[in-house]
Each structure stands twice: as structure tokens, then as C-alpha cells.
């Protein structure tokens, strides 16, 4: 399914990395959501703020749609 990025296919735990990359989810909260989360924390390994909440967050309670 990872190849076919190129054709516009997604990948849930591909998502949540990059939500949490760029902070709006907290690294807990994604991996509880993760569909591997071992696999989720490898993808990971070389994001350094891993134990920092999302900046200006109140709840950690996510919307998906």
C-alpha cells in the first residue's frame, strides 16, 4: 500500500506520523490510534520533540472525518 502513494492512496499510520510531526497530535494520542504502533514509533525514531505536547492544546481529543 506504501507504493501506491504515487497514485494518491493513503496510509492511516502514514497520517498520524505526519500529524504528529507537525505537533497537532501528541505522540500518546497517536499511537493509540495507530493500526501498529510499533511500527508507528520506528517511523518515529528520528523526531526529536517525542514527549512534547502539541503547542496550544487543551484537550487531546482528535476529530477525524
Same mark, same amino acid.
Given at each position: 500500500m506504501r507504493v501506491g502513494d504515487?497514485?494518491?492512496m493513503q496510509h492511516f499510520d502514514k497520517e498520524i506520523e505526519? &500529524?504528529?510531526?507537525s505537533e497537532i497530535v501528541a505522540l500518546d494520542i497517536g499511537l493509540?490510534?495507530?493500526t501498529n504502533?510499533?511500527?508507528l514509533r520506528l517511523e518515529l525514531a528520528d523526531f526529536a520533540? &517525542?514527549?512534547k505536547d502539541p503547542p496550544n492544546s487543551s484537550s487531546t481529543e482528535i476529530?477525524?472525518?
Open positions: 504515487n497514485e494518491g505526519k &500529524l504528529i510531526r493509540a490510534y495507530a504502533s510499533g511500527n520533540p &517525542l514527549e476529530e477525524i472525518e
